[in-house]
Nanobody, 128 residues
Framework: QVQLVESGGGLMEAGGSLRLSCVAS????????MGWFRQGPGKEREFVAA????????YYANSVKGRFTISRDNAKNTVYLQMNSLKPEDTAVYYC?????????????????????WGQGTQVTVSS
């Protein structure tokens, strides 16, 4: 059973920064995509960012592009989400996810069904 444990969430004022971490119980070197999703109050879960091992391909939602940065440390089995210039609309539970299946270079891991394993989530609250 693969386990993903997120940390780093909390309360932050608008304009501030937070860094989320997600540690996997498996070697992420053997995985394809690792991603972050979020679910705000009364909203559906939405894609935030993803990073593939192939070609180090990286994807961001338009709403976070230029503010958030995803990175992965294969040696530590960890994926990070650096969040800068936070806005109140970034308030959500943030989930880490891993795709254990390999795909070709044209695959874009932007949807929840693309992922096999999920963390329990970490709350991020941004005050105005």
């Amino acid at each position: 059973q693969v386990q993903l444990v997120e940390s780093g969430g909390g309360l932050m004022e608008a304009g501030g920064s937070l860094r989320l971490s997600c540690v996997a119980s498996i070697s992420i070197f053997s995985t394809d995509a690792m991603g972050w999703f979020r679910q705000g109050p009364g909203k559906e879960r939405e894609f935030v960012a993803a990073k593939r091992r192939i070609g180090d391909l990286t994807y961001y939602a338009n709403s976070v592009k230029g503010r958030f940065t995803i990175s992965r440390d294969n040696a530590k089995n960890t994926v990070y989400l650096q969040m800068n210039s936070l806005k109140p609309e970034d308030t959500a539970v943030y989930y880490c996810a891993v795709s254990g299946r390999w795909h070709d270079s044209t695959w874009r891991p932007l949807s929840a069904p693309d992922y096999d394993y999920w963390g329990q989530g970490t709350q991020v609250t941004v005050s105005s």
